[in-house]
């Protein structure tokens, strides 16, 4: 939405997030355990931050950003693993239920098999190693795929055999940007390009098709496994859709452009806010990606007009946004329906709510330094 690099994007980005990669998860373990519990494991947090910021910096800056969270988190989850080897907490604590007064265990329904005192839960056998590694081949696979699709060299590769580039009759270069958004009339492209193989979600279907040969299912099988989702994503597809065509809308209609200059007038708070811009995006969109492209554009247009780094507003949404994804609809059903907790989700966003704009608030310092005072960490 930007036409910014998204090699530069995802560097700014990795230049962001690495600090709350350490400080969300103390945050976590605090609020489910209150100070004393995160003491105790204080340890294995740090390796578990540790683990995965410095991963996700040197990834993001000198690798690309399509494959961040996937090796990040590989080798942060071998680390604390590795690490629970040689040092374990003196005390642990194996129960759902928070530290804090909190009522929500006794709601919930017990499983099926989770018994009760006069009959207590059938002691299910431990998996043998060949199971553990039959469930943990399709992520595996997964993993490899995108790691592949990630690179440069594939997407150099396939891009001039597998694409589709269509540029839009009676609209493309038709509408023009003028000043102040620009210096000289810049006309707007309306293209649709349409590099199906390179796509991620190419690379995440192909990755799903060999797993599920691989756990045995017949092409038949398969066709009705993806019809069955296709039906319960229909609703999430049609909203994606038109939270796509929405962020196109914006653009051609000049609406991001309107929007960013009247946004400009927060002036030097504006690094702040943006960023709390992009929080309230995904918070009402419930995606980092709808959010980008609803506000992208104008995070661009508003930082040109302030003269601020365009890369940085617009890493500045896109991390902002990641703290809003705790209240947004769809992860909090997400949250209710793993748990068994159904009904309960206004107690879950309440719960959650002040976590998530504290820390938005500190995304956006953390920006406004970088703006005006930790010049040196801006991607140019």
Request: aromatic share 10%; glycine share 10%.
């Given at each position: 939405?930007?036409?910014?690099?998204?090699?530069?994007?995802g560097a700014m980005v990795g230049r962001q997030l690495p600090f709350f990669s350490l400080i969300v998860p103390f945050w976590v373990v605090w609020a489910f355990a209150g100070w004393r519990g995160m003491i105790q494991v204080w340890p294995a947090i740090l390796v578990t931050g540790v683990s995965f910021?410095?991963?996700?910096?040197?990834?993001?800056?000198?690798?690309?950003?399509?494959?961040?969270?996937?090796?990040?988190?590989?080798?942060?989850?071998?680390?604390?693993?590795?690490?629970?080897?040689?040092?374990?907490?003196?005390?642990?604590?194996?129960?759902?239920?928070?530290?804090?007064?909190?009522?929500?265990?006794?709601?919930?329904?017990?499983?099926?098999?989770?018994?009760?005192?006069?009959?207590?839960?059938?002691?299910?056998?431990?998996?043998?190693?060949?199971?553990?590694?039959?469930?943990?081949?399709?992520?595996?696979?997964?993993?490899?795929?995108?790691?592949?699709?990630?690179?440069?060299?594939?997407?150099?590769?396939?891009?001039?055999?597998?694409?589709?580039?269509?540029?839009?009759?009676?609209?493309?270069?038709?509408?023009?940007?003028?000043?102040?958004?620009?210096?000289?009339?810049?006309?707007?492209?309306?293209?649709?390009?349409?590099?199906?193989?390179?796509?991620?979600?190419?690379?995440?279907?192909?990755?799903?098709?060999?797993?599920?040969?691989?756990?045995?299912?017949?092409?038949?099988?398969?066709?009705?496994?993806?019809?069955?989702?296709?039906?319960?994503?229909?609703?999430?597809?049609?909203?994606?859709?038109?939270?796509?065509?929405?962020?196109?809308?914006?653009?051609?209609?000049?609406?991001?452009?309107?929007?960013?200059?009247?946004?400009?007038?927060?002036?030097?708070?504006?690094?702040?806010?943006?960023?709390?811009?992009?929080?309230?995006?995904?918070?009402?969109?419930?995606?980092?990606?709808?959010?980008?492209?609803?506000?992208?554009?104008?995070?661009?247009?508003?930082?040109?007009?302030?003269?601020?780094?365009?890369?940085?507003?617009?890493?500045?949404?896109?991390?902002?946004?990641?703290?809003?994804?705790?209240?947004?609809?769809?992860?909090?059903?997400?949250?209710?329906?793993?748990?068994?907790?159904?009904?309960?989700?206004?107690?879950?966003?309440?719960?959650?709510?002040?976590h998530s704009i504290a820390l938005a608030c500190l995304v956006g310092i953390l920006v406004m330094l970088q703006a005006y005072v930790l010049t040196g960490m801006i991607v140019h």
């Open positions: 939405m930007t036409g910014i690099d998204p090699f530069l994007l910021a410095i991963p996700q910096f040197l990834i993001s800056n000198y690798v690309n950003p399509w494959i961040v969270d996937i090796g990040a988190s590989l080798i942060s989850m071998a680390c604390l693993i590795g690490f629970l080897q040689v040092w374990q907490p003196k005390e642990l604590w194996l129960s759902a239920k928070l530290r804090t007064r909190d009522d929500s265990a006794a709601t919930m329904p017990l499983p099926q098999d989770a018994g009760s005192a006069a009959t207590p839960a059938t002691q299910k056998p431990k998996p043998t190693t060949a199971e553990v590694w039959a469930a943990l081949l399709p992520w595996i696979v997964v993993c490899v795929i995108l790691l592949i699709w990630g690179t440069g060299w594939f997407k150099s590769a396939v891009n001039p055999i597998f694409s589709w580039n269509y540029d839009v009759p009676g609209l493309d270069r038709l509408i023009n940007k003028v000043a102040p958004v620009v210096p000289a009339p810049t006309p707007e492209r309306a293209q649709f390009l349409f590099t199906y193989l390179s796509f991620t979600g190419s690379g995440m279907l192909i990755a799903a098709i060999i797993s599920g040969f691989i756990m045995g299912f017949s092409p038949v099988r398969l066709i009705v496994a993806y019809g069955k989702t296709i039906k319960v994503c229909a609703y999430s597809l049609i909203t994606i859709s038109a939270m796509l065509a929405i962020g196109t809308l914006t653009r051609l209609s000049g609406i991001d452009a309107t929007l960013g200059l009247a946004f400009a007038g927060a002036g030097v708070l504006y690094p702040f806010f943006g960023t709390l811009l992009g929080w309230l995006g995904v918070a009402l969109t419930g995606s980092d990606t709808a959010s980008n492209i609803l506000f992208g554009n104008l995070q661009k247009i508003t930082s040109e007009q302030l003269g601020l780094s365009p890369i940085l507003m617009g890493a500045a949404n896109s991390s902002g946004g990641v703290m809003g994804k705790m209240i947004d609809a769809q992860s909090i059903v997400v949250a209710s329906t793993a748990t068994n907790w159904f009904g309960h989700e206004g107690t879950i966003l309440r719960f959650v709510f002040g």
